[in-house]
């Protein structure tokens, strides 16, 4: 239902419960929360998710260091440290921080060490891409490997395919793939609609993928720096049309609301409200709950590095969704 006076909450873990509990644990300073949820999650694709949520939550912190110094023999703790330091690096480099280059080497090596100590988890190979943003004149060899397909950019296909061998189709192996695409210095926003078109177009009945072109959209836009008129017209051509029921029908339809990314999510409504099918867009919404991300909404805005006038946009399209699906055609 569109309430009136509803207010979206933005947090990391969405549906979460348990992963929402460890991270109040983690911003406390405690760890044991972090790794009793850890030791009882189950699934590569659910290892990978609350382990980059709870990376990016730890990286500003030293809990995971006194976890590693408690337990210096948990592959675990070992893993969480490899994600926190290139968290760190990821964000040294976007802020072009002077020792960006330094937390590099210490996030490559703990990407080793991660790995050698759990060799089946997809995570150290993650990190491993995640970095692979850092290089983005490719001066490093395994980031300039030849692609699988044609249509596609030379990159850090090595990486992929192992994290693939250990979780096929995982969701941020192939998110941090498309960041790599877009920092190529020399690589036009084609090869990105390529990639997430051929990534797409591998993935199963029920995988995240299939949402991976609406991202690509979105950029597209961003870069443009179009208005609003132009968004909205921007999701009704014959290929965003396309992208957008993909998305629909061969993911949303088939994922679990807990399991769901809520960026996938807020994207999908996104696309679905841009393109006019507000029914459809409603269903999305109400699977959000009362959740929310600033992206992709604050492309709508003018002001995109703040959340309020993104959350405005939400709360429009969510209730223009919702008052359509229940039969009313008020704004």
Same mark, same amino acid.
Not at 91 to 117: F, G, K, S, V, Y
Not at 200 to 218: N, T, W
């Given at each position: 239902?569109?309430?009136?006076?509803?207010?979206?909450?933005?947090?990391?873990?969405?549906?979460?419960?348990?992963?929402?509990?460890?991270?109040?644990?983690?911003?406390?300073?405690?760890?044991?929360?972090? @790794?009793?949820? !850890?030791?009882?999650?189950?699934?590569?694709?659910?290892?990978?998710?609350?382990? $980059?949520?709870?990376?990016?939550?730890?990286?500003?912190?030293?809990?995971?260091?006194?976890?590693?110094?408690?337990?210096? =023999?948990?592959?675990?703790?070992?893993?969480?440290? #490899?994600?926190?330091?290139?968290?760190?690096?990821?964000?040294?480099?976007? @802020?072009?921080?002077?020792?960006?280059?330094?937390?590099?080497?210490?996030?490559?090596?703990?990407? !080793?060490?991660?790995?050698?100590?759990?060799?089946?988890?997809?995570?150290?190979?993650?990190?491993?891409?995640?970095?692979?943003?850092?290089?983005? $004149?490719?001066?490093?060899?395994?980031?300039?490997?030849?692609?699988?397909?044609?249509? *596609?950019?030379?990159?850090?296909?090595?990486? *992929?395919?192992?994290?693939?061998?250990?979780?096929?189709?995982?969701?941020?192996?192939?998110?941090?793939?498309?960041?790599?695409?877009?920092?190529?210095?020399?690589?036009?926003?084609?090869?990105?609609?390529?990639?997430? $078109?051929?990534?797409? #177009?591998?993935?199963?009945?029920? #995988?995240?993928?299939?949402? *991976?072109?609406?991202?690509?959209?979105?950029?597209?836009?961003?870069?443009?720096?179009?208005?609003?008129?132009?968004?909205?017209?921007?999701?009704?051509?014959?290929?965003?049309?396309? =992208?957008?029921?993909?998305?629909?029908?061969?993911?949303?339809?088939?994922?679990?609301?807990?399991?769901?990314?809520?960026?996938?999510?807020?994207?999908?409504?996104?696309?679905?409200?841009?393109?006019?099918?507000?029914? =459809?867009? @409603?269903?999305?919404?109400?699977?959000?709950?009362?959740?929310?991300?600033? $992206?992709?909404?604050?492309?709508?805005? =003018?002001?995109?590095?703040?959340?309020?006038?993104?959350?405005?946009?939400?709360?429009?399209?969510?209730?223009?969704?919702?008052?359509?699906?229940?039969?009313?055609?008020?704004?």
């Amino acid at each position: 239902m569109a309430a009136q006076g509803f207010r979206p909450v933005y947090h990391p873990a969405g549906h979460d419960h348990a992963l929402r509990g460890a991270v109040q644990d983690l911003r406390t300073g405690r760890w044991v929360a972090m @790794a009793r949820l !850890l030791d009882e999650t189950s699934g590569w694709s659910g290892w990978t998710r609350r382990t $980059q949520v709870l990376g990016a939550v730890a990286a500003g912190t030293d809990v995971v260091e006194a976890w590693r110094a408690e337990q210096p =023999d948990s592959a675990a703790a070992t893993v969480m440290h #490899s994600r926190v330091v290139v968290e760190r690096a990821v964000r040294a480099h976007r @802020a072009a921080h002077p020792r960006t280059r330094e937390l590099w080497q210490e996030a490559w090596n703990a990407c !080793l060490a991660a790995a050698e100590r759990a060799p089946a988890d997809p995570v150290p190979w993650v990190g491993r891409l995640a970095l692979s943003v850092l290089d983005a $004149q490719q001066r490093m060899e395994e980031h300039r490997l030849a692609p699988p397909a044609p249509m *596609l950019p030379p990159g850090p296909w090595g990486l *992929l395919a192992e994290a693939e061998k250990r979780d096929p189709y995982n969701r941020e192996a192939h998110h941090r793939m498309l960041q790599f695409v877009y920092a190529r210095r020399s690589g036009p926003l084609s090869e990105a609609v390529n990639y997430a $078109q051929w990534a797409a #177009s591998m993935a199963p009945v029920g #995988s995240a993928l299939h949402a *991976l072109p609406l991202y690509v959209r979105v950029e597209r836009y961003r870069r443009e720096r179009g208005h609003e008129r132009a968004l909205d017209l921007h999701w009704v051509t014959e290929d965003a049309v396309r =992208d957008t029921r993909r998305a629909m029908d061969t993911w949303f339809l088939f994922c679990a609301t807990e399991e769901a990314s809520l960026l996938d999510l807020n994207h999908l409504a996104h696309a679905l409200y841009g393109a006019l099918r507000f029914p =459809d867009a @409603a269903r999305v919404f109400e699977s959000l709950g009362p959740f929310w991300t600033p $992206q992709p909404w604050s492309c709508r805005t =003018d002001r995109p590095d703040e959340r309020g006038p993104a959350e405005e946009v939400f709360l429009r399209a969510r209730a223009r969704c919702l008052g359509a699906s229940e039969g009313r055609t008020g704004p």
